[in-house]
């Protein structure tokens, strides 16, 4: 419920020439108790691509590029192999003279949320070493990019003295739309010190139309980067020195309709062919079919060996000299890789130092489907080779797609097992689902950790249907986990057991506590109470997501069953157990709770002392910006609007029910929601208060149970809640005051029990008699009382003064 954030530095990127190691406030223990070393980035993406010696120059284009400072989006949006990217490589030559340039090149796995904006943040912080944000580190606690994320990152970028120019390259892969919703946001509200750059095969879905509308766009399509004759010339004769003539050119251009990728590919072709009018002549057709027989020229054109390391390479989307070496099994694949580029055989390098490079996207589809062809047999044992090599270098993510592609899918569903907690502990949600998509339905359900893997991302999302279903097959599949973890026993006596197998004792004790989690967030009160105390007995060994979370979920339930006396209890010892085990969200969670009950109760000296316990900790990253921080901003709400501080409650409110969303019980959001619309009732507003109200209505006629929450709702509404509805043994709640005590009011009240005079209060108070009569007629007035005792008794009852229920 509540996950382990231990103590750390500030994260920083560090590089070097492949790989970056990443630190986000999420790294550490996971929730299978299992601490991982850091996120792995590379940084062949954040580096732009070189540029060649034998280039045509686009001047034209490169000013038109520069000529869009002041826009906040320029579109490249063109068909493969019309030159964005080597368009782009130029412009950034001349770019950096004036302004930071941050690169990304994306692929397929940034379509998770987290990952994305990680490598964006990193892009930025290698273009920009001084910019130290703390947007990496809240990507890492699960914040919400648009409330969080992004608001944060967008302040510390304005606060920049200089210009940066950030590009995407390759944008079209992204098809997750919450990204597009986040890179909206963030280009409407991004500071004039920023430019976005995007090239692309496809129209993004972003609000290009009112970007287009208020002069804020530059797009540059297919049109525009257009081969005109001149240029086609300097390519075919002066680079490739063909010697065509100039009819022969201007057919060509013709026929590839100024295509730059087809000029190339029509120059290779053309090299050494006596008859090359005559194949010009010949060459006709539609760009897909011109690609598809051009390519096939050249691939056959190779020499066996060439021909060879370009097929059995395919497989990978990055390449580089180790990692072909060890795909091949060979040696050498550093100087092939070199002579290539030298060659002009559609490599493109990815970093200054020509160490990773990537085929032309078009070449190596057709690579793929040759090798299909030619060697489908051996495509497996590639992948294998490639994951090894990925494995290795701490590249999960690829090291899971090859396995996978490469069949072997019981270690993929292993090093899923591994792996899956790091991940899940960095925020990338999307990652591991990714990844859990991969395999088979049916290889999930036989793995219980990979159901808790499932269940565990389905809470965080607030998919409670789901999570249940994944809870109920992590328990059947248990018996069969702890058949084989039986045979692997017997087969190696001397070992544990493979990477990732915890006893079955253990992860049945986590389902339980999943199930206590599911239940509750579902508003089921009694039932959770019962599933709940048994978690929080049950034997947890190490893992950090164990007893301190039991504790957590134990406490919420007694809480909304009305025990509240208890739940105190419990939630005092969650607190104690969050400390020992270092789960410093699970004790925000519970201190929010403690200072939430104390607030109810008015003693709200005791919860603003709750509340600044809560923030204390090694938690300045994530401070305020997880679900677990809800319990502390209501409880600050409730006090802010008790001392008249109406306008600021509401923000607290509001900001508690934002939080709660995030990863909240369903009463726990429906709570939020009835204290900001009674705190908006207050300010003024009936009918913001009347629609919030609907809101929690409708999210309770959901709870199976939602026990306390019942009487709140009625309360709200101004009905009865109707006598016996309250479980037995549960606390009475105090009648409400028709007018809420101010704070030098309650201080008074707290000192009436006492032997003290008037006078003596006041010298308690620091201020004058006088003003404690005031204070006093103030009292007894909103208490329905006119005398001192009579004050004290109904305080008492009320719950403002300790009687010794419920407390």
Request: proline share 5%; charged share 25%; aromatic share 6%.
């Amino acid at each position: 419920m509540i996950g382990k954030r231990p103590l750390r530095p500030r994260p920083s990127i560090q590089r070097t020439d492949d790989v970056a190691p990443i630190s986000p406030a999420g790294a550490g223990p996971s929730p299978d108790g299992t601490v991982h070393e850091p996120a792995v980035l590379l940084t062949t993406k954040l580096t732009a691509p070189a540029l060649r010696q034998q280039l045509i120059t686009r001047a034209a284009l490169v000013q038109a590029l520069s000529a869009g400072d002041g826009r906040k989006l320029t579109l490249l949006d063109t068909p493969a192999g019309w030159g964005k990217t080597t368009l782009l490589a130029q412009w950034i030559a001349w770019e950096r003279e004036r302004n930071d340039v941050a690169w990304l090149s994306l692929d397929l796995a940034d379509n998770d949320p987290a990952r994305f904006w990680t490598y964006v943040v990193a892009a930025l912080q290698k273009a920009c070493p001084g910019l130290d944000t703390r947007a990496v580190e809240l990507i890492g606690v699960h914040a919400d990019p648009r409330q969080v994320v992004l608001p944060t990152l967008l302040n510390e970028l304005a606060s920049l003295d200089e210009g940066i120019v950030l590009v995407l390259d390759d944008y079209h892969v992204v098809t997750n739309r919450a990204i597009h919703e986040e890179m909206a946001f963030f280009i409407e509200r991004m500071p004039p010190n920023l430019r976005f750059v995007i090239a692309t095969r496809s129209d993004p879905p972003l609000p290009l139309a009112r970007l287009r509308a208020a002069g804020q766009l530059l797009e540059i399509r297919a049109d525009d980067l257009r081969f005109a004759e001149g240029e086609a010339s300097r390519m075919l004769n002066d680079i490739s020195g063909l010697g065509l003539a100039a009819q022969d050119i201007e057919l060509l251009c013709q026929r590839t309709e100024g295509w730059a990728a087809g000029l190339y590919l029509a120059a290779l072709s053309l090299e050494g062919r006596p008859d090359a009018a005559s194949f010009i002549r010949a060459f006709a057709g539609d760009n897909r079919h011109i690609v598809d027989y051009l390519m096939a020229e050249v691939l056959d054109g190779q020499p066996p060996a060439i021909r060879l390391f370009l097929l059995r390479t395919a497989v990978l989307e990055r390449l580089s000299g180790p990692l072909c070496d060890a795909v091949l099994d060979a040696s050498g694949s550093a100087a092939t890789l070199e002579q290539l580029e030298r060659d002009n055989l559609f490599l493109i390098p990815l970093d200054s130092s020509r160490h990773w490079y990537r085929y032309h996207h078009l070449f190596g589809d057709l690579l793929r489907n040759e090798l299909r062809r030619a060697e489908s047999a051996l495509i497996p044992r590639l992948h294998q080779r490639a994951a090894a090599w990925f494995r290795a270098e701490g590249l999960t993510d690829e090291a899971v797609r090859h396995l996978i592609a490469g069949g072997d899918v019981a270690g993929g569903a292993e090093l899923i097992t591994d792996r899956w907690g790091a991940e899940f502990n960095r925020g990338w949600l999307s990652t591991v689902s990714a990844w859990l998509d991969l395999l088979p339905e049916q290889t999930v359900a036989r793995h219980p950790r990979l159901c808790l893997a499932r269940a565990w991302i389905a809470l965080d999302m607030r998919r409670l249907p789901d999570a249940a279903r994944w809870i109920e097959a992590a328990q059947a599949g248990l018996a069969d986990y702890l058949a084989r973890q039986d045979r692997r026993a017997a087969a190696v006596p001397d070992l544990a057991g493979p990477s990732g197998m915890l006893p079955a004792e253990t992860i049945a004790a986590e389902i339980t506590v999943l199930r206590a989690v599911q239940v509750f967030k579902t508003g089921d009160v009694a039932r959770a109470v019962d599933i709940a105390e048994q978690a929080a007995h049950s034997d947890l060994g190490d893992v950090p997501l164990g007893r301190s979370a039991a504790y957590c979920v134990y406490g919420a339930a007694l809480y909304w069953s009305g025990r509240t006396r208890k739940a105190r209890a419990v939630f005092s010892r969650a607190v104690q157990l969050c400390d020992v085990a270092g789960n410093l969200l699970g004790r925000t969670y519970s201190l929010g709770y403690l200072a939430l009950i104390a607030a109810e109760r008015g003693q709200l000296a005791e919860a603003g002392q709750l509340i600044r316990q809560a923030a204390e900790g090694d938690r300045d990253a994530s401070a305020g910006e997880h679900f677990a921080d809800m319990m502390p901003a209501l409880a600050r709400a409730k006090i802010l609007d008790r001392r008249g501080a109406t306008a600021q409650a509401a923000g607290a409110a509001n900001r508690a029910v934002a939080l709660s969303v995030r990863g909240g019980g369903n009463l726990e959001v429906a709570n939020a929601l009835l204290a900001h619309s009674a705190i908006l009732r207050h300010l003024g507003g009936p009918e913001a208060a009347r629609s919030t109200l609907a809101e929690a209505s409708a999210l309770l006629q959901d709870c199976p149970d939602p026990g306390l929450a019942r009487e709140l709702l009625a309360a709200a509404e101004g009905k009865s809640p109707g006598s016996g509805s309250r479980p037995a043994g549960t606390d009475v709640p105090a009648p409400a005051l028709p007018e809420e005590l101010t704070s030098k009011e309650l201080e008074l009240l707290r000192l009436l029990p006492m032997p003290l005079s008037r006078r003596e209060i006041g010298a308690r108070l620091f201020v004058s008699l006088n003003t404690v009569k005031t204070h006093q007629r103030g009292l007894y007035r909103k208490l329905g009382v006119t005398e001192r005792a009579e004050a004290v008794r109904r305080a008492r009852d009320l719950g403002l003064l300790s009687s010794g229920r419920g407390s």
